[in-house]
């Protein structure tokens, strides 16, 4: 596989890529892999960045305002777009209704507009697996965040239908690793407690979840960006297999030795959460992609990067 990563990954050197949530915590990982091939990387900002050193040629644009997007194409002229900035809350309050709008549909169909008039050769949308599928209750979303997430799914098989956009969405399942940015979400969440020595307080923990790796992830996104035949279509990228948040953090007390016993239970669990694992054999036909980390070694890489700044002293509060 590393091999076929590298040739996969040479073929976008010298290509203008445009990459939006560049600075996420998907996105810093995308970069890192993209300038490693050679590629024109161009990152959007919603703030101006300053003291940079690395090779990324940095803009900033509000995403949700049709006329900065368009600017904005037409000044980096973009072969392929990754389009990852999002608003990534699965809060059930009504006063993200508006903020998930803007963030997550209206940037993505200002994006495919820009995309259709300037002809890039790909638009790669990060969908979710919050997104709902099938009929009756099942197509109710179950946040505003799933909602809009499904809107701009539907607006992109409508672009790729009536303006043939070669737009292709990654429909991502539940991402973890170093350098995930949010220390809210479980993984990060109980590292850090534990590394501490405090107990975690978490939900009921028996949802069952599909966990992928996100350097997995990367791979599979830069497949996305240049594989022949998929346009028009959602590709799942995730691992096939669930397992529950508390099989997991039972597996993060196992790596880190520890004898605290997270308190489960101790916050009420979030209403109409999604069970769904990833539609791994279709993505490996159309995509020759599937993930090669599995979730004890994911989580040992997570463990030691969280360690490790934590000892530097870069992770407080």
């Given at each position: 596989m590393q091999d076929a990563d590298r040739l996969m990954h040479a073929e976008y050197s010298g290509l203008k890529i445009l990459v939006t949530g560049a600075s996420g915590f998907i996105g810093s990982h995308l970069c890192r892999q993209l300038l490693?091939?050679?590629?024109?990387?161009h990152a959007v900002?919603?703030?101006?960045r300053s003291g940079t050193n690395d090779a990324i040629q940095w803009h900033h644009a509000d995403l949700s305002?049709?006329?900065?997007?368009?600017?904005?194409?037409?000044?980096v002229k973009p072969d392929i777009v990754f389009h990852l900035a999002s608003e990534v809350t699965g809060s059930r309050d009504m006063k993200i209704v508006l903020p998930t709008f803007r963030a997550n549909l209206m940037s993505t169909v200002n994006i495919l507009l820009a995309a259709a008039e300037q002809r890039?050769?790909?638009v790669v949308l990060a969908g979710s697996l919050e997104e709902p599928e099938g009929d009756g209750q099942r197509m109710i979303p179950s946040s505003p965040y799933a909602a809009a997430k499904s809107a701009a799914g539907a607006y992109a098989r409508m672009f790729h239908a009536?303006?043939?956009?070669?737009?292709?969405?990654?429909?991502?399942?539940?991402?973890?690793?170093?350098?995930?940015?949010?220390?809210?979400?479980?993984v990060p969440y109980v590292t850090l407690a534990l590394l501490r020595g405090e107990t975690p307080k978490l939900s009921s923990g028996l949802r069952p979840v599909d966990w992928i790796y996100v350097g997995d992830i990367v791979d599979g996104l830069l497949a996305m960006g240049i594989a022949p035949g998929i346009t028009g279509t959602t590709l799942d990228l995730g691992s096939g297999t669930l397992m529950t948040t508390r099989q997991v953090v039972e597996m993060l007390c196992d790596i880190l030795r520890t004898e605290i016993r997270p308190d489960f239970g101790a916050i009420p669990d979030r209403p109409m959460e999604r069970i769904i694992g990833a539609s791994v054999e279709d993505t490996r036909r159309m995509l020759g992609w599937q993930p090669s980390i599995s979730l004890r070694t994911g989580l040992e890489r997570t463990v030691d990067w969280y360690r490790q700044r934590l000892e530097l002293g870069e992770i407080v509060g």
């Open positions: 490693q091939s050679g590629a024109d990387l900002s919603r703030r101006p305002t049709h006329e900065a997007v368009l600017d904005l194409f037409k000044e890039c050769r790909r009536l303006y043939d956009t070669p737009v292709v969405t990654a429909r991502i399942f539940m991402v973890y690793g170093p350098g995930q940015q949010d220390l809210r979400k479980l």
